[in-house]
């Protein structure tokens, strides 16, 4: 691949450009950049990257007898590139990319990595038996089926050649048939691909090929339905035929699969409590042009006759079609709407055979919990229990009444514990669930009295619990009262806990990481300061790791506009894990401030400024940051933060922009292979919202675009960019480069072949030179050589 380089034209450029290649190359042989002076403290790239993680989306469980736990492990060291669209292709998805799968034996206390070798292993659940663990692997010809772990002979097999599209797998109570999510009969893994993946897919596909043409048609609603003349709004920001797959039963012991549903989209699906029928979601449509708000079918089938009958119709529900369940008779399903920008979740019943859904909560307004409604649970007294305005509530199927069972002063309920997916986790009337403090980040484990409310901190403090995926968090037990949880804090990385609540202790179960024991790693701060509209607004602030008190260093702002990233407090290196893990920074002599930074309707650009900036001020009236060592980062949505915030203020003397766009007129009209519009819903009710289309407000898309503003860019800006990025298209990132190249502004450009959107699913290689690169560009503009900082003691008025 072609690079293209540029300076400044200026000796300053050069010198600068110079130390930015020394810096480079001393990063590359793994060590400090002043001078390539080995420090010994620092976080050294190779070891974040080795940083092993629970796997997202992936179940933690006691075996039936309570002897084992199984669990998923990632690691970045281990997955090669991980290309838009490969759970279409290969059926892992990115969650999937690097695992395998773990035992701890909870007796003895040691853990065995059970699969090795090749491929991805992921998805571990036992059998109701306990003799059988399933799970998925594509060590065979990359695709992914079923295997399983015989616990009595100690060896692996694959039970089935079936190819697998699953995020789910569920046992028979027999533990004779396993039910899964599979490629679609009639698709090849590359037909199947070529109509669904975000990289490959057409939406609504015309192909001709003659000769050496080949073209693809792309056409509204109005005209592929011949009615012209009539309006038809359509702007799906993705295709749902992602969903697009077929309910399968195998047989553990002959691999023989019965289709029970064929082609269908098929979103989430539980057995019922006596197995003789399966509940599913099926994604039916968008609930309108330019909205991210996906409609979804409840239907249940028999597994006695094959017959499907849809129960509850057109509901909404978050994006995974998932919050549903099972009433402990099997009789009812109950089922928790609310999604993308829901102001209203209500809980509903409604017969598993069909009839009217019954309203359990009728809300006028309200907020679901943590944006994420999730799914209800129930106890054996045909009670069921939600998450609902940041309360722990209780309806009762019977009389439709529903009330708060608990609230935390300041705190909000954001998991509870479930013995099954359907059952909740109840113990003589005790349950527990974790609430999260929203003044001092803290997170704790709570028991909760079901009766009278009353409840007891178990643990907790400056740690999270529920920091990860909201479908993670808890494990599932129904053995002798135990609870296993993930935990971590900004020094430290999520590892496995187990609790018994009765007895108010807890044990660690894992060690993921102990690679980084002998590195010193910063510390964090809340710190809260005024917007420049009087909002109270605050920032988690992660100190160097050799801190001293008095001493000014330099600081760089991870800014994401619409976020409230002072929750990310308590977050391991704060923010996301692997390449943006900021304790790189912290452990490199830099301070770094995660800032609040709400939006407005209609004045995006503007609000960054008015969050971010006062923010940097207090930083620097604490003593703790240099207002002459400034730098600026920003991931998606943070990269157009990065662009807004540069092109208002001079502040920062260095600045890094990852896949973020500049332009919102050309961000909204982005069209990928599919003929999805992801940005249309963002840009018109989403974080940057404008209030309206481009045509209904055309000046606040202009306003808004820092693509406007690029003349008045003084700050040196390093711009990386994935070079096959379906959600902010590379052509707003080349759009950037150009128009400060032109402009004669300081700017690097790196497009990394062949990778998405999110950096933490890019291939190692790319990870370490991603790392390798934002670092070297902060050190060269923030710690030259010639100034001396550190020791200045006026904080001065930003």
């Known amino acids: 691949m072609s690079t293209y380089e540029t300076t400044s034209g200026t000796v300053g450029g050069l010198a600068r450009r110079w130390l930015f290649a020394l810096a480079a190359a001393c990063l590359w042989l793994g060590i400090a950049s002043n001078g390539c002076a080995a420090k010994g403290k620092e976080l050294r790239i190779e070891d974040d990257l080795k940083t092993r993680y629970l796997a997202e989306y992936t179940p933690i469980t006691f075996s039936p007898d309570g002897q084992y736990l199984a669990y998923t492990v990632r690691s970045s060291e281990r997955k090669g590139i991980v290309e838009p669209g490969s759970f279409f292709r290969t059926g892992a998805e990115w969650y999937s990319q690097g695992t395998d799968v773990f035992l701890v034996d909870l007796r003895t206390g040691a853990s065995r990595r059970l699969t090795a070798g090749g491929g991805n292993h992921w998805l571990p659940v036992w059998s109701p038996d306990g003799n059988f663990l399933a799970f998925l692997s594509d060590v065979d010809g990359g695709q992914a089926k079923l295997w399983i772990w015989e616990r009595q002979q100690d060896r692996l097999r694959k039970v089935s050649d079936t190819i697998l599209r699953s995020e789910q797998i569920a046992w028979t109570a027999d533990s004779r048939r396993i039910i899964v999510t599979a490629l679609p009969r009639n698709l090849t893994p590359e037909e199947y691909a070529r109509r669904i993946s975000p990289q490959s897919e057409v939406l609504h596909e015309s192909s001709v090929t003659k000769e050496s043409a080949t073209v693809t048609t792309y056409r509204s609603l109005a005209h592929r339905e011949n009615q012209p003349s009539e309006n038809q709004p359509d702007s799906d920001p993705w295709n749902l035929d992602r969903f697009l797959r077929s309910l399968v039963v195998i047989d553990m012991a002959n691999g023989a699969e019965l289709r029970l549903i064929e082609s269908e989209r098929v979103a989430k699906f539980f057995l019922s409590p006596d197995g003789s029928r399966i509940a599913f979601t099926l994604a039916r449509a968008f609930e309108h042009a330019g909205s991210q708000q996906i409609l979804f079918d409840l239907a249940v089938i028999n597994l006695n006759d094959g017959k499907e009958n849809v129960v509850a119709a057109n509901i909404r529900l978050d994006y995974d079609g998932a919050g549903f369940s099972w009433s402990p008779d099997g009789e009812q399903l109950s089922f928790l709407t609310g999604g993308p920008g829901a102001r209203v979740s209500d809980c509903y019943v409604v017969e598993a055979t069909g009839s009217m859904p019954r309203n359990l909560t009728k809300q006028e307004s309200g907020v679901p919990s943590h944006g994420h409604p999730g799914r209800p649970a129930w106890d054996s007294r045909g009670n069921l229990y939600f998450l609902l305005r940041g309360g722990f509530w ?105 609790t018994e609540p009765r007895t108010e202790t807890a044990k660690r179960l894992t060690d993921l990481n102990n690679q980084l024991n002998p590195v010193e790693l910063g510390s964090t701060r809340l710190v809260e300061w005024y ?218 450009y790196a497009k990394y072949s062949g990778e998405g959107h999110d950096p933490m699913s890019w291939s190692y290689a790319h990870q370490m030179d991603f790392c390798r690169r934002f670092i070297a560009w902060f050190d060269m503009y923030l710690k030259s050589a010639d100034k001396n900082h550190s020791e200045q003691s006026e904080p001065g008025t930003p």
């Open 394 to 498: 209780r309806a009762s199927a019977k009389d439709a009444k529903a009330v708060e069972v608990a609230r935390f002063e300041d705190s909000e309920v954001r998991q509870f514990f479930t013995r099954t997916p359907n059952v909740l986790w109840d113990d003589a009337g005790v349950a527990v669930v974790i609430a999260h403090n929203s003044r001092s980040k803290e997170e704790g484990l709570f028991r909760v009295n079901l009766e009278t409310g009353q409840s007891k901190r178990l643990l907790g403090g400056a740690e999270c619990f529920a920091c990860g995926s909201p479908y993670q968090v808890t494990g599932i037990s129904s053995y002798a009262g135990k609870l296993v949880f993930l935990r971590e804090d900004a020094r430290h990385p999520p590892d496995l806990w187990m």
């Open 531 to 748: 917007g420049i509209d009087g909002e109270t607004l605050n920032g988690a602030l992660l100190l160097p790791s050799d801190y001293e008190e008095g001493k000014r260093y330099p600081l760089v702002v991870f800014v994401y506009a619409g976020g409230l990233l002072s929750e990310h407090l308590n977050h391991f290196g704060l923010t996301v894990r692997g390449p943006l893990n900021m304790q790189l920074l912290a452990t490199r002599g830099y301070a770094v401030l995660f800032p609040d930074s709400p939006q407005h309707v209609g004045t995006p650009m503007a609000d960054v400024l008015k969050t971010v900036l006062p923010g940097v001020s207090k930083v620097i009236e604490m003593g703790v940051a240099d207002r002459d060592r400034l730098g600026v980062i920003g991931f998606s949505n943070g990269g157009y933060s990065t662009f807004a915030l540069i092109v208002q203020t001079k502040r920062f003397k260095a600045a890094v922009e990852i896949n973020g766009p500049a332009d919102l007129v050309g961000a909204y009209g982005e069209l990928n292979k599919s003929g999805a519009a992801y940005a249309t819903a963002l840009f018109e009710q989403g974080l940057d919202a404008l209030g309206g289309t481009p045509w209904e407000v055309r000046e606040r898309y202009i306003e808004n675009s820092p693509i406007h503003y690029l003349d008045r860019v003084s700050t040196p800006l390093l711009i990386l960019q994935g070079e096959e990025d379906v959600y902010v298209s590379p052509f707003l990132a080349d759009q950037a480069f150009v128009g400060l190249r032109r402009l004669g502004k300081e700017v690097e």
